[in-house]
């Protein structure tokens, strides 16, 4: 099986950080991309960060700056630092992984973690 786990979600104030974890685990062959999506109640799911093998990254205006994902391919786990958080940032937090199942061209497949909430209030 794989299996993308999440954690590291919780309460904070505005102002202060959290840092989000995912791990990917089974039969990955080879990790490819890791992205950081997040939807609030009521609006659409969007692509906070995103990062591939090459070196290639994406961050969202919302986040530039704040946000940074760390990468640990030999352990296929990611993790998203998030600073300076805003209560616009409270969502629940997705990570996908973009990955091969063996050395085949097409065995490429895309994987979801289950989740992390994640609020910033008073």
């Given at each position: 099986?794989?299996?993308?786990a999440?954690s590291?979600?919780?309460?904070?104030q505005?102002g202060g950080?959290l840092?989000?974890?995912?791990?990917?685990s089974?039969n990955?062959?080879?990790?490819v991309?890791m992205?950081?999506?997040?939807?609030?109640?009521?609006?659409?799911?969007?692509?906070?960060?995103?990062v591939?093998s090459?070196g290639g990254?994406y961050y969202a205006?919302?986040?530039?700056?704040?946000f940074?994902?760390?990468?640990?391919?030999?352990?296929n786990?990611?993790?998203?630092?998030?600073?300076t958080?805003k209560?616009?940032?409270s969502?629940?937090?997705?990570c996908?992984v973009?990955a091969?199942l063996?050395a085949?061209p097409?065995?490429?497949s895309e994987?979801?973690?289950q989740?992390?909430?994640?609020?910033?209030s008073?």
């Amino acid at each position: 099986q794989v299996q993308v786990a999440e954690s590291g979600g919780g309460l904070v104030q505005p102002g202060g950080s959290l840092r989000l974890s995912c791990e990917a685990s089974g039969n990955i062959f080879r990790l490819v991309a890791m992205g950081w999506y997040r939807q609030a109640p009521g609006k659409e799911r969007e692509l906070v960060a995103r990062v591939d093998s090459g070196g290639g990254s994406y961050y969202a205006d919302s986040v530039k700056g704040r946000f940074t994902i760390l990468r640990d391919y030999a352990e296929n786990t990611k993790y998203l630092q998030m600073n300076t958080l805003k209560p616009e940032d409270s969502a629940v937090y997705y990570c996908n992984v973009l990955a091969y199942l063996s050395a085949h061209p097409g065995s490429h497949s895309e994987f979801w973690g289950q989740g992390t909430l994640v609020t910033v209030s008073e």
